[in-house]
């Protein structure tokens, strides 16, 4: 009963490697964009300047955290790449030595020698894990799995899609007759609603309860709106 209970307990999927991606650029994109939507209406600007001022923050912001998903995802796996081919290089020129280094690697987690001489054995016996073993027990490295180009489109997709969301209501404007007043309490509740539920969906993958993952979401998003909209009161002479 417990090995089918196990077997029918849910795991994360492949999609789940960029599910920090798409949180990581869906927060930041609602976050960034509700902050520039707060402060044009804390200065008072007008629906037109949240539209310019909007729509270039969620492209070039979005395009620019996508290029560095790209170059931080490349460079850890050029780095793995790198640190398992000198691994493997002294794997082959030095195996005694590489014996008795995983041997007290592995004494210093606790096991005794008569188990940490039968675990050398056992990885030292096959190449590959052997390198492995010595990636994990020396370095704590693991492999990267994801592909550098979907973490950046996954990041860019996530930061456009939920950065939109507080623009929503500016860009029905364009088609239907919304004054700025009017339409800024109804961008705080739609920019609401969007934290919350990319809060909420962490729990996935995390497990955490999806209520208290919300109102984090939440509490970040609207600390960074409240400070973006009080600067924006404080400097609205500027505008003339």
Not at 7 to 36: N, W
Not at 181 to 193: E, H, K, V, Y
Request: charge should be negative; glycine fraction near 10%.
């Amino acid at each position: 009963e417990h090995i089918a209970h196990v077997h029918r307990e849910k795991h994360a999927g492949e999609s789940s490697q960029y599910l920090g991606e798409m949180v990581y650029g869906g927060l930041d994109g609602i976050i960034t964009t509700f902050a520039v939507v707060s402060g044009v209406a804390g200065a008072e600007l007008g629906s037109k300047v949240v539209l310019i001022l909007g729509l270039a923050n969620l492209f070039a912001d979005g395009f620019s955290m996508a290029v560095g998903a790209y170059l931080s995802a490349k460079s850890e796996q050029e780095y793995y790449a790198r640190e398992r081919q000198r691994e493997a290089w002294e794997v082959e020129h030095f195996p005694e030595g590489e014996r008795a280094e995983l041997f007290h690697l592995y004494k210093n987690q606790g096991y005794s020698e008569e188990a940490a001489r039968q675990m050398v054995a056992i990885k030292s016996a096959d190449p590959k894990r052997w390198v492995d073993a010595m990636m994990l027990e020396e370095l704590g490295m693991l492999k990267d799995e994801r592909s550098p180009l979907r973490a950046a489109l996954a990041t860019l997709l996530s930061f456009v899609i939920a950065g939109s969301v507080p623009m929503l209501v500016y860009l029905l404007g364009l088609l239907v007759p919304i004054s700025a007043r009017a339409a800024f309490p109804i961008a705080i509740g739609l920019s609401a609603l969007a934290l919350f539920n990319l809060g909420a969906a962490k729990v996935l993958v995390t497990e955490r309860t999806a209520w208290k993952s919300g109102l984090e979401m939440l509490l970040v998003g609207g600390l960074a709106a409240g400070v973006a909209y009080l600067v924006g009161a404080l400097l609205k002479g500027i505008g003339g």
